[in-house]
Structures are given as C-alpha cells and as structure tokens.
C-alpha cells in the first residue's frame, strides 16, 4: 500500500502541473453582441404632440365598486367622486349613476360623446381643465350633461360647443371675443359667465 502511495503522489504532482500551464482565455476581449432582428410588423409610437401634462399615474388599487371604470379611481371614502384626471385618456368613460363629482382634468380628451354620460343622472360638478375639448354631442338638442349639473370647470379646453349649465368658466380657452349670440342664447339656466 505504501508502494502504491508513492505513484499515486507523482501522478497527482504531474496532473496539477499541467491543469496549472492551459492557456486561459485573454481578459478584455469580449465578442460584439449579435444586433436584433427588425419586426416585420410596425412598432406603435408615441403620439409626437407636446404636452405639458404630467405622465400618467400608475392604475390604483382595485375598486371596491364594480361600475367604476377601469381607467379611474373611485375613492371608497368618497364613493359619490371619480377621480380620471391625469391618465392620458383620449375618451371619456361610461360615467356610473352614483357620481356626483367627475375629474377628468389633464387628459387628451377631444369631445364629450352621449354615451358617456348617458347613465350619469346624478352628475352636479365636472372638471374638465387642460384637455383638448372641441365637441360636445347634442341629440335633439337635449345636451348631455342634466339639468342638476351646478358646475362645469374647463378652464384650457378648446371649446366650440358648450352644454346648458347653470356655471360656466370659459377662461384659458380659444373663445374669442364676441361671443356669438346664439352660442349664449342656449345658456337658459345660467346664472354666472367667467370667460
């Protein structure tokens, strides 16, 4: 066994010896990554307008009510508000019955269609500040918003059409002077005119 001990030894001596002398590769010399592929297929682009809004907020928790709209916030300690301001939205959701309250301020919006809000019978107050609003829909000349909205922010829309409302600020939209008389001729409820 001692016999066997001293040839295991050199052969062990001699295997270390030749692991230790292969050449290992140079280090700093690295291969070009292989460039991707193009898509065949077009790549979608962001819209190349400038803005001076924020970048849109992240989708919050999960509703506790099932009729808020995906793309908003519906406060559970404030269930009769919808908060939609600031997502980069290009339309106005389905508004729910229950809301009293709608922000839609800080968004793409371009028109105020009937479907939006044809199930919000308890809208009193919207805030549609810093949009791009040049259409409201009018059907038979019943406008969309009912007859209980007190309030209607839109202080930088740009406005060719506006609804009967009782409030109305126009300030900070491409109105120019004089107002024409039949656009204020459909203002039957109105009590006060900012523009």
């Known amino acids: 066994m001692r016999a066997s001990f001293f040839w295991f030894l050199p052969l062990l001596l001699i295997l270390a ?5 292969q050449p290992r590769p140079k280090p700093g010399i690295r291969r070009k990554p292989k460039p991707r592929p193009t898509p065949s297929f077009p790549q979608p682009h962001e819209p190349a307008e400038p803005t001076d809004l924020p970048p849109p907020l992240p ?13 908003c916030y519906c406060p559970p300690d404030f269930p009769s508000a919808l908060y939609c301001d600031s997502r980069n939205l290009r339309k106005v959701p389905i508004i729910p ?7 839609l301020q800080n968004n793409f919006i371009t028109e105020l269609p009937v479907e939006s809000f044809k199930n919000a019978t308890g809208l009193r107050w ?23 909205l007190v309030a209607f922010h839109d202080f930088s829309s740009d406005l060719e059409n506006v609804p009967h409302l009782r409030y109305l600020r126009l300030d900070g939209n491409f ?10 001729m459909c203002f039957r409820l109105l009590q006060s005119v900012v523009i």
């Open 97 to 103: 019955p229950r809301i009293h309250y709608l922000y």
């Open 126 to 148: 919207i805030n549609l500040d810093n949009n791009r609003i040049r259409k409201v829909d009018q059907i038979n000349g019943t406008q969309i918003c009912p007859s209980n």
């Open 175 to 184: 109105l120019k002077p004089p107002i024409p008389l039949d656009l204020m």
């Open 59 to 71: 989708p919050g928790p999960p509703s506790v009510f099932p009729d808020c709209p995906r793309e």
């Open 17 to 21: 010896s030749v692991a230790q002398g």
